[in-house]
């Protein structure tokens, strides 16, 4: 069987050149004899690989010098709660819900400090970017917690809460590396690379100077301190270095692309073929208000369980997979990360065509 | 250039045969037109990829129906908080210290409750295992600690200590799979996957149903509890995928093998060569002692650290890659895991061999 179109919401698809790179260099990672799986991570190879990472990484997002660039593990479940442990110095941090991953992150945080809702999108089932002009945050938050683009639910923030002096912290995960972003607007941006960057088991944290503390929560773990990895470059214990070395084939291929202007210009392409579509289809409505939508993932409904059941499984006899929504939102969900071609998003488009005029 | 004799301590030398399979796939797996690093973690293929690997597991080390089998990250670093997180009711460990990771794991304890060393053979430069007869612990004790096998220092436990009603918990990192063990005799057992077993990036946590509890200290994050992970069969988050793939790959390969009893076997005959060559040699040392020594770690030194240095530097010509031993120790260190063929450590043998001719 050939390539799929793989709508998966995460893990999701890579970047065919990448997985080919990978498949080539297995049993020999550039003339050293042995795979990235059996290298050393304190060996000269890997720590080409990690250093040019990180390098790449820093260059594709413009990392100012100020931030520090960690590679961990734990996704960004564990970040959760590794952001209160290592932030709540005065136990005290406002969460704006906008889905479920936020209103986990929420949750998380209840078990270290005061966590509060200051605005939430929960009464329209987060269909919505609650509006962040005009919230008044607690003076001596710690930090103001988002996740930017809401996988399950299909939003993005139109624009960001000005938070003041208060330290913003994102999280970016299925959006990660899809446009620009200005890291100096952050005190913390992180995200589980398992959508938009690389294998799952990797999640990238890219944090300021001054939230890197000493007098973090007593009983964080050690390698959950911010500290101690940034201190190692990430090399405290043994990193996920396949996971990391993947996602430095997918920081060349970013480049190879143009950066993340290009990607961001042909993944709006890509979205507006589908939004397009979803606005003049009788049949399909896209769930997210018009202008919270994500690039990339967009759920949408035909109204009809039963039929959005049918067209999950005829769309897998097309070679379209994974395209099955959240049960929170039912229906479907296409997700479209960088590394789905527009091709993809034509064939969907393509089927949706058909099945609206054979279900009509 | 081919292949290399890949002594590294970890990350460290995989099947060949497992290698050739994961680039064969990685493409297309099992005909799903996707990577397996590109599946959902909650579809059907990787279902089965988690499922079986689980049972291969079980069926490999004969894991008693009362344990659980988990899939993490974090590596032992994470468990060596996650160990006291969840297990420290009474507030009380009892940590025999044979090396540098149950050190480690001593000092984290410590930051969770009352940690007391019962034994060490920190005296000896950690050249020995504490004598575990007539030791007394404490009797509330939550669990008596210990590393089975130390991969800097090269030693192995040639018995296990009587616990009698405390738990046992064991870090079984860099000696997992390479001979039987009997699960029944711990209370948790565990090991980063990435010496015998895989890729870095996964942990696994064998740990005995009435260790899975709800008590558990009250700021451990949600994913580091065992009974998040154990309701949820490890996917409570996004699992490390593509490195438990690999580990079931390594499972079939170890049961094509023969299991553990030839896989014992075989790391005997592996040692046993090295061994027998160091006790006869004028030039190297073995620096563990005698009834102590590791199958799977082999630190030897010349005495001389210039000539250590010019050993490391001429084996790389030779094809062996990764003999520097670590900085506690010096001199040389070969780890000769279960992916290691007889024919590395023969090649090791006759380097070694006409080395010490020609430096005589």
């Given at each position: 069987m050939g390539r799929v179109y793989n709508f998966s919401a995460g893990p999701a698809v890579l970047p065919e050149e990448v997985l080919k790179q990978a498949a080539a260099e297995m049993l020999d990672y550039d003339g050293c004899g042995m795979s990235v799986m059996e290298?050393?991570?304190?060996s000269k190879p890997f720590a080409r690989i990690i250093e040019t990472a990180e390098a790449d990484l820093r260059e594709l997002m413009g990392v100012p010098e100020n931030y520090h660039v960690l590679f961990l593990q734990g996704g960004a479940t564990q970040q959760f709660a590794a952001i209160p442990m290592n932030l709540m110095q005065n136990k005290k941090a406002d969460y704006i819900l906008s889905g479920s991953w936020s209103k986990k992150a929420f949750k998380e945080a209840k078990l270290y400090g005061e966590a509060?809702?200051?605005?939430?999108s929960e009464d329209g089932n987060f269909s919505y970017v609650p509006d962040v002009d005009g919230l008044e945050f607690t003076?001596?938050?710690d930090y103001v917690y988002i996740?930017?683009?809401?996988?399950?639910?299909?939003?993005?923030?139109?624009k960001l809460p000005n938070t003041g002096n208060i330290p913003l912290v994102s999280?970016?995960?299925?959006?990660?590396?899809?446009e620009p972003v200005n890291?100096?607007?952050?005190?913390l941006i992180y995200g589980g690379?398992?959508?938009?960057?690389?294998?799952?088991?990797v999640v990238i944290v890219i944090v300021r100077d001054d939230l890197v503390?000493?007098?973090?929560?007593?009983?964080?773990?050690t390698i959950m301190r911010y500290k101690t990895q940034a201190d190692a470059k990430?090399?405290?214990?043994?990193?996920?270095a396949y996971g990391i070395y993947i996602c430095g084939l997918v920081f060349k291929w970013l480049k190879e692309m143009g950066g993340l202007e290009a990607m961001k210009a042909r993944n709006v392409e890509k979205a507006g073929i589908l939004y397009d579509f979803l606005d003049q289809s009788k049949l399909f409505t896209a769930t997210a208000r018009k202008e919270d939508r994500s690039l990339m993932n967009v759920p949408f409904i035909t109204g009809d369980t039963d039929l959005d059941a049918k067209f999950v499984a005829e769309a897998k006899g097309a070679?379209?997979?994974?395209?099955k929504g959240h049960r929170s939102v039912g229906g479907m969900r296409a997700?479209?990360?960088?590394?789905?071609p527009k091709a993809g998003v034509e064939a969907l488009v393509q089927f949706m065509d058909k099945f609206e005029r054979e279900n009509a």
């Open positions: 290298m050393s991570h304190r509060r809702c200051v605005a939430s003076p001596d938050a996740c930017q683009n809401e996988t399950i639910y299909g939003t993005r923030y139109p999280d970016v995960s299925s959006m990660f590396l899809s890291v100096a607007d952050y005190g690379v398992q959508k938009n960057v690389g294998p799952a088991g503390r000493e007098d973090v929560l007593p009983f964080t773990p990430s090399l405290s214990n043994t990193p996920p070679g379209i997979e994974s395209i997700s479209i990360y960088n590394a789905m």
